[in-house]
């Protein structure tokens, strides 16, 4: 089985930063594309960043140039590096993890969740 743990979420004020982690355990050989999303009140939730293993990314538009995406295959992690937070940001976070590759075949796998508040 493969467990997903993140941590890093809180509250900051507008204009400040945060840095979400998520590391996957468990039977792993490889993981295709590590992501996170998002979920506020009332609205579905949404990808907010993804990186493949090879490195290349993608953003929602409404981060771009604030939030930055990275992972260690070594370690089986990926990080959001949230910069410059609105509050419209404020949203409980979720990693997944796609394309997990184990010893019984290929699966994805969500973490429980971290909330990020943005507010003064």
């Known amino acids: 089985q493969v467990q997903l743990v993140e941590s890093g979420g809180g509250l900051v004020q507008p204009g400040g930063s945060l840095r979400l982690s998520c590391a996957a355990s468990?039977?792993?050989?490889?993981?295709?594309?590590m992501g996170w999303y998002r979920q506020a009140p009332g609205k579905q939730r949404e990808l907010v960043a993804a990186?493949?293993?090879?490195?290349?990314?993608s953003y929602v538009d409404s981060v771009k140039g604030r939030f930055t995406i990275s992972r260690d295959n070594a370690k089986n992690s990926v990080y959001l590096q949230m910069n410059s937070l609105k509050p419209e940001d404020t949203a409980v976070y979720y990693c997944k993890a796609g394309g997990v590759r184990g010893w019984g075949g290929v699966s994805d796998y969500w973490g429980q969740g971290t909330q990020v508040t943005v507010a003064s």
């Open positions: 990186i493949l293993s090879g490195g290349s990314t």
């Open positions: 468990g039977r792993i050989l490889s993981i295709n594309v």
